[in-house]
């Protein structure tokens, strides 16, 4: 399967924090055949394992499953859904998004309404809703209906967005943060028959709501390295200040030096900059962004593991759709491919 197929499967799952399920699954398929071994640990973390020489440095990946998303909160006695948030998201992006609720019967298709803007106040209609003034209409007319239809508070409840083709090797879809990261680590695997590391090629749960499931699998791997792949701001659109958010589509994957959770290990920094520049992969350096990833927890591992993130630039990230070129994801999984193969000259 080709890389814009796994991610466009990855993409159309669901896997809103703690509910990785769809993804876990998909995730296991696709590594078993280029691991030795894929576990499952305690908190639904997926883990390949590619068994490497004896003694050869233990290297990590990890790209996170889940996606930000909304769960059920309560269930109004005229059948309308209220919601609770998962992870970051800006209220301003709910209002008429078609989502998917996971009931226990199976999907319901529905849409986050509000009170309509004919008969809001003038004030009303200047400020945003907040999320808690919105709910979900799934087409049930009372309470015992929506019950009825399998609704129980809870219920995660993804964005209604599939994945499409819009431009030369240019993406839109849902939840690239980071079925992206977790396609450029499936594809990187294929690429690794001759390196001397054991590679662990993880699957993460919860990475939106604290990096909750990286934590405890860099605990039980505890490797020698550890990288992140993930997406970050690309800030190349109309609006955007240079010094807002550096970072652009299109330019190849981008290293961080440093964000809110992690300092770059300059072992990891220098291995990945070595990697770019040798094999001539196009990069950017991207340094004070706000937020954090998986590395983040990695790095703080039991007595400290050296550390690091790879991203692919994605606009309009925690939105319910984000758009990313093709071209800077090959580039992503050409710059891990060959920054494992030189891992055992830098640690
Ligand atoms: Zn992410």
Request: with cysteine; hydrophobic share 40%; aromatic share 6%.
């Amino acid at each position: 399967m080709k890389l814009a197929e796994i991610l466009e499967k990855l993409s159309n799952a669901c896997g809103v924090a703690g509910r990785e399920e769809e993804v876990r699954s998909l995730m296991k398929t696709f590594l078993k055949p280029y691991v030795d071994e894929v576990e499952e640990d305690k908190l639904g973390n997926v883990i390949g394992i590619r068994k490497g020489k004896k003694n050869a440095p233990k290297v990590m990946l990890a790209g996170h499953m889940d996606e930000i998303g909304l769960l059920v909160k309560t269930i109004s006695k005229e059948g309308f859904l209220q919601f609770a948030k998962i992870g970051g998201i800006d209220d301003r992006i709910l209002l008429a998004q078609n989502v998917i609720v996971h009931a226990e019967n199976g999907p319901l298709h529905g849409v986050i309404g509000s009170k309509p803007p004919h008969i809001q106040k003038e004030d009303e209609r200047k400020k945003v809703l907040a999320y808690d003034e919105l709910f979900i209409d799934i087409g049930a007319a009372t309470y015992e209906e929506a019950k009825k239809m399998g609704v129980k508070i809870g219920d995660p409840i993804e964005f209604d967005v599939r994945f499409a083709k819009i431009g030369k090797s240019v993406v839109i879809g849902k939840a690239f943060d980071d079925r992206a990261g977790c396609a450029v680590i499936v594809e990187a695997m294929k690429y690794l028959e001759k390196t001397e590391c054991t590679v662990y090629a993880v699957g993460t749960v919860q990475e939106e709501v604290g990096g909750r499931g990286a934590r405890t699998s860099a605990f039980g791997i505890y490797p020698d390295v550890g990288i992140a792949l993930d997406v970050t701001v690309a800030g190349d659109v109309p609006g955007v200040r240079e010094v807002e958010a550096p970072i652009k589509m299109r330019k190849g994957p981008s290293l961080t030096v440093a964000d809110y959770g992690l300092i770059t290990h300059p072992k990891v920094l220098r291995l990945l900059i070595d990697t770019a520049e040798e094999n001539k992969i196009p990069y950017q350096l991207e340094a004070g962004l706000p937020g954090g990833t998986d590395a983040s927890p990695i790095s703080l591992t039991r007595e400290g593991v050296p550390s690091g993130t790879t991203s692919i630039p994605t606009r309009y990230i925690h939105s319910p759709s984000s758009v990313l070129s093709l071209e800077d994801t090959e580039n992503t999984v050409k710059m891990i491919v060959a920054a494992i193969h030189k891992i055992p000259k830098y640690f």
